[in-house]
């Protein structure tokens, strides 16, 4: 069964560190992956996005915060520090097999699969 599942959410201060992780098993492609967040009552959000190794793009509210990578094929990873209370939410581990520019936005729509998702809270 094709699957992604996430793990490494929970609760931390702002000021903190989280590090989120996916996991992909299955038949599909993971040449690109991506993070997602979804917060109550808002749409969901690209964080930030990696194809093949080294092309990645981060949303404008992470960069210089967080990092994104790949230990492999099957294992993309979110470093999150400089927690603040809006990086709160639902974060969602996505991918795909389609090539995407860096320049381009990081959208929902460019991936077919996706994980169940993972918790972050941040309190002030």
């Known amino acids: 069964q094709d699957q992604l599942r996430e793990s490494g959410g929970g609760s931390v201060q702002a000021g903190g560190s989280l590090r989120l992780s996916c996991v992909a098993s299955?038949?599909?492609?993971?040449?690109?992956m991506a993070w997602f967040r979804q917060a109550p009552g808002k749409e969901r959000e690209g964080v930030a996005r990696?194809?093949?190794?080294?092309?990645i793009r981060y949303a404008e509210s992470v960069e210089g915060r967080f990092t994104i990578s790949k230990d492999n094929d099957n294992t993309l990873n979110l470093q999150m520090t400089s927690l603040n209370v809006e990086d709160s939410g639902e974060y969602y581990c996505?991918?795909?097999?389609?090539?995407?520019?860096?320049?381009?936005?990081?959208?929902?729509?460019?991936?077919?699969?996706w994980g169940q998702g993972t918790q972050v809270t941040v309190s002030s």
């Open positions: 299955g038949y599909f492609s993971t040449y690109c």
């Open positions: 996505a991918a795909d097999g389609q090539h995407i520019g860096t320049w381009q936005p990081i959208v929902p729509g460019d991936f077919r699969y």
């Open positions: 990696i194809c093949s190794r080294s092309l």
